[in-house]
């Protein structure tokens, strides 16, 4: 992400979500901004960190099937 706030961070990339017609590569880029960011929790933040964790290997996990051609 930017090196802005976490908020600001946030609400760029959920304005950003790919829509129906996004290709593969839009999702797939999406899913690592996601990731990206959620590492940026899972780094800082102890309280939500094992939250923070799952939800990033999910988003790399998917953008990962997506760059694989599964969707």
């Given at each position: 992400m930017t090196g802005t706030s976490f908020a600001v961070d946030l609400s760029a990339l959920l304005k950003s979500i790919?829509?129906?017609?996004?290709?593969a590569t839009e999702r797939t880029e999406w899913f690592d901004r996601k990731a990206d960011l959620l590492q940026r929790i899972a780094d800082t933040d102890g309280y939500l960190h094992?939250?923070?964790?799952e939800l990033v290997d999910t988003a790399r996990r998917r953008a990962a099937e997506l760059r694989e051609g599964r969707s």
């Open positions: 790919p829509g129906l017609t996004a290709s094992a939250e923070a964790v």
